[in-house]
């Protein structure tokens, strides 16, 4: 049953959590995948997670979008439209209904996130309609101002993101995203395989459009710059567990575990 509009809860009190994640596993055999990932994301926060490659930092990701189905645990969410609900519990049309207005999912490579062969504008729109807009004007005008905002050029709105540059496609993919205004976004190595240049002035654009908008971000990368830049928060994750968490700075200045002191000791310059 849906929830008239009327008695929706629009805003989370800072001291409720947006998510909790309680020992999620995803086994794939052999200790490769999660285990045992528990922890809690508030809202407003960007949640860095770290690791080298083969860490789990993806399938934890996946088992949170829906793309993987976990083995154990749970995922406390404060749903908007529904109250409080478990994810991995959903229904499919739940899961779904959510998945297209209250969430985001942003893959490294666009091509993921993005229809390739319908227009720009279309791929920003799909997403209102699928929510009910039907207002071809109201579409378009819409569709044109997240393109903007992402500071993409309004005339190509017309043209499919196969005519794109990698840095546009990325950017198209977050717009697709971000124009229903979701409440939790998953993002994963979003500025992954771009260049720095492009990357830089991506993480420029998402830092101010994720504060702006007040949304709840979890984001996966092996780019401690990154973390940096982005996130309030990091867990560090190695073998498939989290072995470390606290804000970045902190994390960044003062690893504690041996391996999140190598990670920074690798990547940072002293
Ligand atoms: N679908 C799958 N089937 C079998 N094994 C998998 C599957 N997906 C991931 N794995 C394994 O689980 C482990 C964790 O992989 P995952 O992709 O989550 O790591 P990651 O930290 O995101 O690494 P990267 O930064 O390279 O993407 C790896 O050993 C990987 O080979």
């Known amino acids: 049953m849906t929830l008239p509009a009327t008695s929706l809860p629009t805003a ?3 001291e409720q959590p947006l998510l909790q994640v309680r020992g999620l596993t995803k086994d794939y055999g052999a200790g490769r995948g999660c285990r045992d990932i528990s922890f809690t994301l508030w809202p407003g926060e960007i949640l860095g997670i770290v690791g080298e490659s083969g860490a789990g930092k993806s399938t934890l990701l996946d088992c949170l979008g829906g793309f993987a189905v976990p083995d154990a645990g749970r995922a406390d969410y ?7 609900v478990e994810i991995f519990g959903l229904s499919e049309a739940r899961r779904r209904r959510l ?7 942003v893959h490294q490579d666009a091509r993921r996130g993005l229809r390739m062969s319908v227009s720009a504008g279309g791929n920003v729109g799909e997403r209102l309609m699928a929510e ?11 569709a044109t101002d997240w ?4 500071e993409l050029d309004a005339d190509r709105i017309d043209d499919p993101p196969s005519q794109f540059s990698g840095g546009m496609r990325q950017r198209l993919q977050i717009a697709r995203n971000l124009v229903t205004e979701p409440r939790l976004l998953l993002m994963d190595e979003p500025t992954g395989g771009l260049d720095l240049s492009v990357q830089a002035r991506l993480l420029d654009l998402l830092r101010g459009l994720v504060r702006g908008l007040d949304l709840s971000a979890v984001l996966v990368t092996h780019d401690l710059g990154v973390v940096r830049l982005l996130c309030d928060r990091v867990l560090v994750m190695e073998g498939g567990r989290i072995v470390e968490e606290g804000l970045t700075d902190q994390v960044l200045e003062d690893p504690q575990h041996p391996h999140s002191q190598r990670l920074v000791a690798s990547i940072l310059p002293v």
């Open 78 to 84: 404060a749903s908007r439209l529904f109250g409080p």
């Open 147 to 150: 393109l903007q905002r992402l």
């Open 99 to 105: 998945a297209r207005s209250e969430w985001g999912f």
């Open 12 to 14: 989370l009190a800072p």
């Open 132 to 142: 009910g807009e039907r207002h071809y004007g109201s579409l378009r005008a819409r």
